[in-house]
């Protein structure tokens, strides 16, 4: 008996989680990464990536980069990232990381020494 009783509180205690989607954190959905020539997200977008996963994934580039926006659809967890790198093929000093701030949708990193190549991250 007390089994059962067990198994129906379970059972409606699942129910109510399933039924309020209110319950639920929004999270990241779609997000870019795009690096510029200038300061502060300006000049040249050199380049830009969608939608890139966790496991990383490195690009270089034939010019100085020297900020980068990070975008995402909603301002739930997780958020894009990025660390830059002084060498081609990300190697060489690591020159800045970059994010996006809690309750914001886009976040631009101005780095204090060009970056010849990045890596970005998704939900690690």
Do not use: E, K, P, R
């Given at each position: 008996m007390q089994i059962n009783s067990?198994?129906?509180s379970f059972s409606l205690f699942a129910t109510a989680i399933l039924a309020s989607p209110a319950a639920l954190s929004p999270r990241?959905?779609?997000h870019t990464a795009t690096i510029f020539s200038g300061n502060s997200c300006t000049g040249t977008a050199i380049q830009s990536e969608e939608n890139f996963g966790c496991g990383g994934v490195c690009f270089s580039v034939g010019q100085d980069i020297n900020s980068i926006l990070l975008n995402q659809a909603t301002t739930g967890n997780p958020k894009p990232t990025a660390d830059l790198w002084s060498g081609n093929?990300?190697?060489g000093t690591k020159v800045?990381?970059?994010g996006i701030f809690?309750?914001?949708?886009?976040?631009c990193t101005t780095l204090s020494s060009p970056a010849r190549?990045?890596?970005l991250f998704f939900n690690c």
């Open positions: 067990i198994l129906v990241g959905g779609d093929d990300c190697d800045g990381h970059a809690s309750g914001q949708n886009a976040g190549s990045y890596f």
